[in-house]
Nanobody, 123 residues
Framework: QVQLVESGGGLVQAGGSLRLSCTASGRAFSPYGMGWFRQAPGKEREVVATITAGTGTTRYADSVKGRFTISRDNAKNTLYLQMNSLKPEDTAVYYC????????????????WGQGTQVTVSS
């Protein structure tokens, strides 16, 4: 199975930017559909963005469209999330996820997960 390690979280002021990275190991990275999820205190984990294997088609939650960009570098086995114009409501633990099987996108019910990285946006 694949192992995922996130980095890049931290504290930032509203309007600022952060870039999260997720490095994969253990299995070939390129056939995995990948995604970023987040979970705020007292709330359910929600999908932020996904990117398919192969074509690299991306999708975003309405709340982050136009502000966040998901991308992948298969040569580096790394997934990214560029977050711009951050808002206090973006504060959460952000999780990298891989589909449970090759060519599948991750979902809340079926995925490999990283350990999470905290993002805190101050007002």
């Amino acid at each position: 199975q694949v192992q995922l390690v996130e980095s890049g979280g931290g504290l930032v002021q509203a309007g600022g930017s952060l870039r999260l990275s997720c490095t994969a190991s253990g299995r070939a990275f390129s056939p995995y559909g990948m995604g970023w999820f987040r979970q705020a205190p007292g709330k359910e984990r929600e999908v932020v963005a996904t990117i398919t294997a192969g074509t690299g088609t991306t999708r975003y939650a309405d709340s982050v469209k136009g502000r966040f960009t998901i991308s992948r570098d298969n040569a580096k086995n790394t997934l990214y999330l560029q977050m711009n114009s951050l808002k206090p409501e973006d504060t959460a633990v952000y999780y990298c996820a891989a589909g449970a099987q090759y060519w599948q996108l991750p979902s809340r019910q079926s995925a490999y997960w990283g350990q999470g990285t905290q993002v805190t946006v101050s007002s």
